[in-house]
């Protein structure tokens, strides 16, 4: 009836309702939170404990664990630092490589490209991040390592070695950089664009100056999971760096003329030595078994001051929008 | 590559009085195979300001932003036509599009300061321009041209985006007049702002238009009669491209205007 409120035809009732679908989704929701929570407590757990199992032993120490030049169980040398540093040299010589080129065409791609090249770009660089990293690992023995002797020299660079897995770690993660920091250059909104645009910033300015840093916490946080995939990567490492830790007698051998940095000659990762000894004839309650808890312990420590340092970046650093 | 800044001395600017800081003649833009407007003719007086005004989709933004090539930014936009600055068409292939936009700034609809603090958002453009000077001074002297000094003064270094809306459209205009263009062209710079914050913006308009050349897009017919000095109608055909209807001082576009449509428009009598 025109004019007539249309309380008047309905009963007025406020009282709380049981939304069966409601709590049910609620219900799925939180347990799908819970699953991933207690998956990485869990994890933590057993890393904790197995590697507190490993020091309860009487050969390995603490202060050999992190100051020893050495990493050789089977005379139960169990110091760290060569496993670490070859973590540390392939992960920085990758990062060296995929960040520039991954933001470069992150930048490309969202401020240059037009969009039926995008179209075109971005499904090619998603099928490049799923190769499987086995195939990388010979791509790193088989391409990349012939062509860093005939760049350096054959004697200068062994047939297994740092630089050749870095790079590959490297390749093998700017699809990673260069998609995630793709999608946050373009949640940028236009209007910061049009604002740089309007005036008198060149393209160069405007993508680098304005969208880039509007963009960062995004940025920051490709850059973050692909350090993780790079410390964490495991195959092209085992393939392509070497089969056995690069030791040092002392911390002098270990520094004189940088041999720690050395790219050109083989030395073992944490996750590269992992896999080999746990790939043979591993026997449980070992001093070898327990020593890869710790070793594994130790990456998740890397990869969690990785989380917490770009945190602390994007919160120091973030432009809101 | 930059373009000339040799004042024009063509007949037409001579013959009147007053002097043309930017004139377009037979402009057409298409978006793709759409011609958004047609055949458009507007001569745009130095030192004043100047609004369009008209129905939705008539084309205003597009011309608007044709006088700065914004519409180089839409892929399929094409301009035809002629927009003469200062005698020099900025459509001319050996125009760099970034120069003619250090001349002829923009304020746009939604304020869109950039995720920087207060000081940042007016020192950018001018660093980008090549500004040599006492930045702050130069900051200080754009926010009191924008009217906006006062309340922001002691807090430069919070974000652009801590401001009220109202502020946050007069730190774009502090940042556009930073910048030093000769023209300002703005998208209805008011139309997400309250009355209050609105009014202070005309009038920033009126103190603005001393030394620089406005021309505004507006909805609000009050708005465009109570700042500009002149106004331009536009309609749309039955293709949906728009045209220019009429072009005249306000007053007498709003007050004795010459074609039965414009008097429709202004008088609400449009279906
Ligand atoms: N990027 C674009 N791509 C395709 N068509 C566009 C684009 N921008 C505008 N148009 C079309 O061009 C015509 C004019 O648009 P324009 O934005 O200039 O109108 P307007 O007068 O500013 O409208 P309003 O008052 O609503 O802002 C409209 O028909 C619109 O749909
Ligand atoms: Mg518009």
Redesign the pocket.
């Known amino acids: 009836m025109p004019g007539q409120p249309s309380g008047a035809r309905r009963p007025l009732d406020l009282r709380k309702r049981t939304r069966a679908g409601e709590s049910i989704i609620q219900l799925l929701l939180k347990g799908a939170g819970a699953v991933s929570v207690l998956t990485t407590v869990g994890i933590v757990v057993v890393l904790v404990y197995d590697a507190f199992v490993f020091f309860r032993r009487p050969e390995p120490t603490f202060l050999e664990f992190f100051t020893g030049t050495t990493w050789q169980p089977q005379i139960l040398r169990f110091g760290i630092f060569p496993l670490l540093n070859a973590t540390l040299l392939t992960s920085v010589i990758g990062m060296t490589v995929a960040l520039p080129i991954g933001l470069m065409i992150a930048i490309f791609l969202s401020e240059y490209a037009s969009p039926r090249l995008r179209g075109i770009l971005k499904p090619v660089l998603e099928v490049l991040a799923g190769i499987p990293t086995v195939v990388y690992g010979f791509f790193a023995l088989g391409f990349m390592t012939p062509l860093l002797k005939n760049l350096f020299g054959k004697d200068t660079v062994e047939i297994f070695n740092v630089a050749s897995a870095g790079i590959v770690i490297g390749i093998l993660i700017i699809p990673l950089i260069s998609s995630m920091s793709e999608d946050a250059l373009s949640a940028v909104p236009r209007a910061l664009r049009e604002a740089a645009y309007g005036m008198g910033a060149t393209r160069l300015e405007t993508a680098v100056r304005v969208v880039l840093p509007a963009a960062i916490s995004g940025i920051a946080a490709a850059v973050i999971v692909a350090m993780s995939r790079a410390v964490g990567e495991t195959m092209v490492v085992a393939i392509a760096a070497g089969a056995g830790p690069r030791n040092f007698g002392d911390w002098g051998q270990a520094t004189g003329g940088l041999n720690f940095l050395n790219p050109f000659k083989a030395a073992e990762t944490m996750t590269g030595h992992i896999v080999r000894i746990s790939g043979g004839d591993l026997s449980y309650d070992t001093i070898d078994y327990d020593s890869i808890f710790a070793i594994a312990f130790l990456l998740f420590i890397i990869t969690l001051i990785l989380n917490i340092i770009s945190q602390w970046i994007v919160r120091r650093f973030r432009e809101e929008y | 590559m930059s373009i000339s800044l040799s004042v024009s001395s063509s007949a037409s600017v001579q013959s009147q009085q007053a002097r043309i800081a930017v004139e377009s003649r037979n402009l057409r833009v298409w978006?793709g195979k759409?011609m958004?407007v047609r055949d458009i003719h507007l001569q745009v007086e130095e030192c004043k300001i100047t609004a369009l005004i008209?129905p939705?989709?008539?084309?205003?933004?597009?011309v608007l932003r044709a006088f700065n090539r914004m519409n180089d930014l839409?892929p399929?936009?094409r301009t035809e036509g002629e927009i003469l600055f200062q005698g020099k068409n900025i459509y001319d292939p050996d125009v760099d599009a970034v120069e003619v936009r250090r001349r002829v700034g923009m304020v746009f609809q939604k304020p869109n300061p950039f995720p920087k603090s207060i000081y940042e958002n007016i020192a950018w453009g001018a660093r980008i321009n090549g500004f040599k000077g006492n930045m702050d001074q130069l900051v200080e002297e754009s926010l009191r041209g924008a009217a906006l000094w006062d309340e922001v003064k002691d807090k430069l270094k919070q974000s652009g985006y801590s401001l009220s809306g109202g502020q946050q459209q007069r730190l774009c205009i502090a940042r556009t007049i930073a910048v030093k263009p000769d023209i300002i062209l703005m998208d209805e710079p008011c139309s997400a702002l309250d009355p209050i914050a609105t009014l202070r913006i005309e009038e920033l308009m009126r103190e603005l238009v001393n030394q620089y050349t406005i021309i505004i897009?507006t909805?609000n017919m009050q708005q465009a009669a109570r700042v500009a000095d002149y106004t331009a109608f536009f309609m749309v055909d039955d293709t949906?491209t728009?045209y220019l209807v009429e072009y005249g001082k306000s007053d007498q576009i709003f007050m004795r205007p010459k074609d039965k449509r414009t008097e429709d428009y202004i008088t609400g009598r449009f279906g």
Do not use: L
């Open positions: 978006y759409f958004a008209g939705s989709g008539c084309g205003k933004s597009t839409v399929v936009a897009v909805h949906r728009g």
